[in-house]
Protein backbone atom coordinates (compact mmCIF):
# COMPACT_ATOMS: atom_id res chain seq x y z
CA UNK A 1 0.00 0.00 0.00
CA UNK A 2 1.64 3.36 -1.17
CA UNK A 3 1.46 6.79 1.00
CA UNK A 4 0.14 8.28 -1.86
CA UNK A 5 -2.25 6.96 -3.63
CA UNK A 6 -2.72 6.92 -7.69
CA UNK A 7 -5.12 4.99 -10.18
CA UNK A 8 -3.58 2.48 -11.64
CA UNK A 9 -4.35 2.82 -15.30
CA UNK A 10 -5.86 5.97 -17.31
CA UNK A 11 -6.02 5.69 -21.07
CA UNK A 12 -6.70 8.29 -24.26
CA UNK A 13 -6.91 8.75 -27.64
CA UNK A 14 -3.85 10.44 -29.47
CA UNK A 15 -4.32 14.21 -29.93
CA UNK A 16 -6.38 14.09 -26.51
CA UNK A 17 -5.49 15.48 -22.90
CA UNK A 18 -5.40 12.81 -20.02
CA UNK A 19 -4.70 13.76 -16.27
CA UNK A 20 -3.49 11.53 -13.59
CA UNK A 21 -4.06 12.32 -9.66
CA UNK A 22 -1.35 11.56 -7.00
CA UNK A 23 -3.80 12.10 -3.29
CA UNK A 24 -1.78 12.38 -0.31
CA UNK A 25 -2.53 13.52 3.63
CA UNK A 26 -1.74 16.64 5.43
CA UNK A 27 1.84 15.15 6.45
CA UNK A 28 3.38 15.20 2.45
CA UNK A 29 1.44 16.64 0.14
CA UNK A 30 -1.00 18.93 2.43
CA UNK A 31 2.22 19.58 4.22
CA UNK A 32 3.35 21.53 1.37
CA UNK A 33 6.10 19.62 0.53
CA UNK A 34 7.13 19.43 -3.35
CA UNK A 35 5.68 16.94 -5.46
CA UNK A 36 7.51 15.32 -8.41
CA UNK A 37 6.36 13.39 -11.12
CA UNK A 38 8.45 10.57 -12.97
CA UNK A 39 7.88 8.50 -16.27
CA UNK A 40 9.37 5.26 -16.84
CA UNK A 41 8.98 3.69 -20.13
CA UNK A 42 9.14 0.04 -20.51
CA UNK A 43 12.09 -1.54 -19.06
CA UNK A 44 13.43 1.70 -18.16
CA UNK A 45 14.62 4.18 -15.45
CA UNK A 46 12.42 6.60 -14.14
CA UNK A 47 13.01 10.10 -15.75
CA UNK A 48 11.74 13.34 -14.12
CA UNK A 49 8.98 15.09 -15.61
CA UNK A 50 7.92 17.73 -13.30
CA UNK A 51 10.01 18.89 -10.12
CA UNK A 52 8.31 21.69 -7.18
CA UNK A 53 5.08 20.89 -8.82
CA UNK A 54 4.79 22.26 -11.77
CA UNK A 55 8.30 23.24 -13.24
CA UNK A 56 9.83 21.30 -15.95
CA UNK A 57 13.49 20.30 -16.53
CA UNK A 58 14.65 21.47 -19.88
CA UNK A 59 13.96 18.97 -22.63
CA UNK A 60 10.41 18.21 -21.23
CA UNK A 61 7.92 19.11 -23.67
CA UNK A 62 5.53 21.46 -22.47
CA UNK A 63 2.31 19.40 -23.44
CA UNK A 64 3.32 17.59 -19.84
CA UNK A 65 2.08 20.47 -16.93
CA UNK A 66 2.16 19.64 -13.08
CA UNK A 67 -0.42 21.21 -10.49
CA UNK A 68 -1.31 20.95 -7.02
CA UNK A 69 -4.37 21.25 -4.50
CA UNK A 70 -4.62 20.87 -0.77
CA UNK A 71 -3.86 17.28 -0.31
CA UNK A 72 -3.68 16.02 -4.07
CA UNK A 73 -1.55 16.90 -6.74
CA UNK A 74 -1.78 16.36 -10.47
CA UNK A 75 -0.03 15.75 -14.04
CA UNK A 76 -1.55 16.72 -17.16
CA UNK A 77 -0.24 15.39 -20.94
CA UNK A 78 -1.89 16.98 -23.40
CA UNK A 79 -2.09 16.35 -27.60
CA UNK A 80 -1.16 12.96 -26.28
CA UNK A 81 1.34 10.72 -28.18
CA UNK A 82 1.89 6.93 -29.01
CA UNK A 83 5.38 7.49 -27.19
CA UNK A 84 3.78 8.85 -24.14
CA UNK A 85 2.96 5.45 -23.42
CA UNK A 86 4.59 4.56 -19.78
CA UNK A 87 4.36 4.21 -16.27
CA UNK A 88 4.00 7.68 -14.45
CA UNK A 89 5.20 7.95 -10.81
CA UNK A 90 4.27 11.06 -8.42
CA UNK A 91 6.53 11.10 -5.15
CA UNK A 92 6.48 14.00 -2.35
CA UNK A 93 8.12 13.44 1.21
CA UNK A 94 6.18 12.66 4.25
CA UNK A 95 7.12 14.62 7.91
CA UNK A 96 5.39 12.10 9.24
CA UNK A 97 7.41 8.85 8.13
CA UNK A 98 10.55 11.32 8.07
CA UNK A 99 10.79 9.50 4.33
CA UNK A 100 10.59 9.98 0.43
CA UNK A 101 7.54 8.52 -0.47
CA UNK A 102 5.84 7.22 -3.99
CA UNK A 103 2.69 6.43 -5.24
CA UNK A 104 2.21 3.01 -6.34
CA UNK A 105 2.54 4.11 -10.50
CA UNK A 106 -0.04 4.99 -12.90
CA UNK A 107 -0.01 2.75 -16.23
CA UNK A 108 -0.46 5.11 -19.54
CA UNK A 109 -2.11 3.47 -22.31
CA UNK A 110 -2.47 5.57 -25.80
CA UNK A 111 -5.51 3.72 -27.84
CA UNK B 1 26.40 14.05 -19.25
CA UNK B 2 25.84 12.85 -15.49
CA UNK B 3 26.04 9.00 -15.74
CA UNK B 4 25.61 6.79 -13.14
CA UNK B 5 26.26 2.83 -13.27
CA UNK B 6 24.94 0.31 -11.01
CA UNK B 7 26.73 -3.09 -10.09
CA UNK B 8 26.52 -5.79 -8.01
CA UNK B 9 23.16 -7.07 -7.83
CA UNK B 10 22.68 -10.89 -8.33
CA UNK B 11 21.09 -13.67 -7.06
CA UNK B 12 21.48 -14.29 -3.53
CA UNK B 13 19.52 -16.11 -0.93
CA UNK B 14 17.47 -15.23 2.50
CA UNK B 15 19.43 -13.93 5.25
CA UNK B 16 22.56 -13.19 2.93
CA UNK B 17 24.21 -10.18 1.86
CA UNK B 18 25.49 -7.77 -1.13
CA UNK B 19 27.17 -4.83 -1.94
CA UNK B 20 25.44 -2.44 -4.51
CA UNK B 21 28.02 0.32 -6.12
CA UNK B 22 26.99 2.71 -8.41
CA UNK B 23 29.66 4.75 -9.97
CA UNK B 24 29.21 8.64 -10.96
CA UNK B 25 30.36 10.33 -13.33
CA UNK B 26 29.66 13.90 -15.18
CA UNK B 27 28.64 15.99 -12.03
CA UNK B 28 30.29 17.31 -9.31
CA UNK B 29 29.29 14.13 -7.01
CA UNK B 30 30.74 15.41 -3.38
CA UNK B 31 28.35 18.35 -3.77
CA UNK B 32 25.07 16.45 -4.29
CA UNK B 33 23.15 13.82 -1.65
CA UNK B 34 22.11 10.68 -3.27
CA UNK B 35 19.13 8.37 -3.05
CA UNK B 36 19.20 4.34 -3.41
CA UNK B 37 15.06 3.48 -4.58
CA UNK B 38 14.22 0.07 -5.42
CA UNK B 39 11.03 -1.32 -7.42
CA UNK B 40 10.07 -4.66 -7.18
CA UNK B 41 8.61 -6.98 -10.09
CA UNK B 42 5.80 -5.47 -12.17
CA UNK B 43 5.58 -2.92 -8.92
CA UNK B 44 5.73 0.81 -7.85
CA UNK B 45 8.97 2.41 -6.75
CA UNK B 46 10.15 2.30 -3.01
CA UNK B 47 12.61 4.97 -1.12
CA UNK B 48 15.69 2.73 0.50
CA UNK B 49 17.77 5.04 1.66
CA UNK B 50 19.75 8.69 1.25
CA UNK B 51 23.01 9.71 2.01
CA UNK B 52 23.93 13.56 2.55
CA UNK B 53 26.68 15.14 0.05
CA UNK B 54 28.94 14.94 2.57
CA UNK B 55 28.52 11.49 3.94
CA UNK B 56 27.47 12.95 7.14
CA UNK B 57 24.26 11.67 7.76
CA UNK B 58 22.02 8.78 6.39
CA UNK B 59 18.34 8.18 6.54
CA UNK B 60 16.48 5.01 5.84
CA UNK B 61 12.68 3.86 5.62
CA UNK B 62 11.86 1.81 8.52
CA UNK B 63 11.64 -1.48 5.85
CA UNK B 64 15.09 -1.52 5.49
CA UNK B 65 16.43 0.27 8.86
CA UNK B 66 19.25 -1.72 11.06
CA UNK B 67 19.77 -4.14 7.65
CA UNK B 68 20.67 -1.63 4.86
CA UNK B 69 23.72 0.85 5.35
CA UNK B 70 24.16 3.52 2.36
CA UNK B 71 28.19 5.01 2.18
CA UNK B 72 29.91 7.04 -0.19
CA UNK B 73 33.43 7.48 -1.46
CA UNK B 74 33.62 11.22 -2.62
CA UNK B 75 37.10 10.57 -3.44
CA UNK B 76 35.90 7.48 -6.46
CA UNK B 77 32.45 8.89 -6.91
CA UNK B 78 30.76 6.53 -5.97
CA UNK B 79 28.07 5.27 -3.76
CA UNK B 80 27.57 2.39 -2.12
CA UNK B 81 24.50 0.17 -0.62
CA UNK B 82 25.70 -2.81 1.99
CA UNK B 83 22.34 -5.20 1.84
CA UNK B 84 21.97 -7.59 5.12
CA UNK B 85 19.57 -9.89 6.28
CA UNK B 86 17.78 -10.34 2.96
CA UNK B 87 14.07 -11.31 3.02
CA UNK B 88 12.30 -12.30 -0.42
CA UNK B 89 10.43 -8.97 -0.54
CA UNK B 90 14.07 -7.13 -1.11
CA UNK B 91 13.41 -8.60 -4.08
CA UNK B 92 14.41 -5.63 -6.79
CA UNK B 93 15.72 -3.61 -9.07
CA UNK B 94 17.95 -1.00 -7.26
CA UNK B 95 18.85 2.15 -8.82
CA UNK B 96 20.98 4.57 -7.57
CA UNK B 97 19.56 8.37 -8.01
CA UNK B 98 21.33 12.02 -7.65
CA UNK B 99 19.55 13.81 -5.31
CA UNK B 100 18.77 17.66 -6.61
CA UNK B 101 19.69 20.77 -5.46
CA UNK B 102 17.08 21.74 -2.75
CA UNK B 103 16.65 21.40 1.19
CA UNK B 104 14.40 18.45 1.05
CA UNK B 105 16.74 16.67 -2.24
CA UNK B 106 14.40 14.61 -4.57
CA UNK B 107 15.71 11.89 -6.57
CA UNK B 108 16.46 13.62 -10.08
CA UNK B 109 18.55 11.53 -12.49
CA UNK B 110 18.95 8.01 -12.05
CA UNK B 111 20.89 5.09 -13.27
CA UNK B 112 19.80 2.04 -15.38
CA UNK B 113 19.55 -0.29 -11.66
CA UNK B 114 20.71 -3.68 -10.72
CA UNK B 115 18.42 -6.38 -10.37
CA UNK B 116 18.90 -8.35 -6.83
CA UNK B 117 17.27 -11.80 -6.32
CA UNK B 118 16.54 -12.96 -3.52
CA UNK B 119 15.44 -16.60 -3.82
CA UNK B 120 17.07 -20.12 -2.16
Not at chain 1, 58 to 66: E, N, Q
Not at chain 2, 5 to 18: A, H, K, R
Not at chain 2, 43 to 63: C, H, M, T
Amino acid sequence: QSVLTQPPSVSGAPGQRVTISCTGTSSNIGAGYDVQWFQQLPRTAPKLLIYGGSNRPSGVPDRFSGSKSGTSASLAITGLQAEDEADYHCQCYDSSLNAWVFGGGTKLTVL
Amino acid sequence: QVQLVESGGGVVQPGGSLRLSCAASGFSFSDYGMHWVRQAPGKGLEWVAFIRYDGANQYYPDSVKGRFTISRDNSKNTLYLQMSSLRAEDWAVYYCAKGSISWLPHPDFWGQGTLVTVSS
